[in-house]
């Protein structure tokens, strides 16, 4: 399709785009992440711990692309988590995915952010690598059985921290540990370890011998051939972060529930 590209706009989302942008994500008749207004005002209105910022890519008036950043702070500096980048399929190509990411851009200098990040799918980041100037620092495997040396940060720089407001936005309840169900494509149940909270406190050893989680101990520098690992990636502004070792696994603390791919579904609920 030719692009009417003078006529192309990127702005901030409004409040009232939340139903159009909804339909977007939806537009080949499918909705696998269950998509609405209301999940994306949860998002993009409801958030605890700062401002989001949506930002949608329009030409003649309707929404053709969407990017989503949530402030998150990590290890003490000011940064991102990007999410939710869709382009229609009527306009796919690098014309409206670079438009939005210019202003990604744009905004986060403006707003004086030292990092943003992300959970994109493999294709994705390899697109972020290749044309916006992200890296993949590292990829992330799925540790099948869980130890306290998992879910307890130990030295590491770089980690999400949240308000206790996050923890009800996020998962709907205030526990110590929020294990998920997750089934997998052969309809097999699997127990997820997604955040853990209070340092461990009252860790069942017993209880997660047999639950997935992330791990420093499943971080790799490159991807595996032998299992499926998520790549995170990260666009650095300050370089001083660089110096700090940010793009090197090892000074990560990342756990499931840090990434919005997860939904929490209560495994005593299932």
């Not at 006529?7 to 977007?24: H, K, T």
């Not at 997820?192 to 992330?214: I, P, V, Y």
């Amino acid at each position: 399709m030719n692009l009417d590209v003078d006529n192309l706009i990127v702005r901030f989302a409004d409040p009232l785009d939340g139903n159009e942008i909804a339909q977007l994500f939806c537009e080949d008749g499918t909705n696998l992440y269950d998509w609405s207004e209301q999940k994306w005002r949860h998002y993009y209105i409801d958030y605890p711990d700062g401002q989001p910022v949506a930002l949608v890519a329009e030409i003649g008036g309707g929404i053709i692309g969407h990017y989503g950043m949530l402030p998150v702070d990590i290890g003490g500096w000011s940064a991102m988590l990007g999410l939710h980048a869709y382009v229609s399929t009527k306009y796919r190509g690098l014309t409206i995915i670079s438009a939005l990411m210019a202003e990604v851009d744009r905004v986060c200098k403006a707003k004086g952010i030292s990092l943003i990040c992300g959970f994109a799918n493999p294709q994705f980041s390899l697109i972020k690598k290749t044309f916006f100037k992200w890296n993949i620092g590292f990829w992330i495997g799925f540790k099948k059985s869980t130890t306290f040396a998992d879910v307890v940060r130990d030295d590491e720089t770089f980690y999400f921290h949240y308000s206790d407001a996050w923890y009800q936005w996020r998962f709907g309840e205030d526990r110590n540990s929020y294990l998920s169900l997750f089934v997998d494509i052969e309809g097999n149940e699997r127990q997820q370890l997604l955040k853990m909270r209070n340092s461990g406190a009252n860790f069942d050893e017993d209880l997660f011998a047999a639950t997935e989680c992330w791990s420093n101990a499943s971080m790799y520098a490159k991807d595996q051939d032998d299992q499926f690992c998520q790549p995170f990636s990260v666009k650095v502004y300050d370089r001083a972060l660089v110096d700090l070792g940010i793009l090197k696994p090892e000074n990560w603390f990342i756990e499931m529930g840090d990434s919005d791919t997860f939904s929490y579904v209560p495994w005593s609920k299932r």
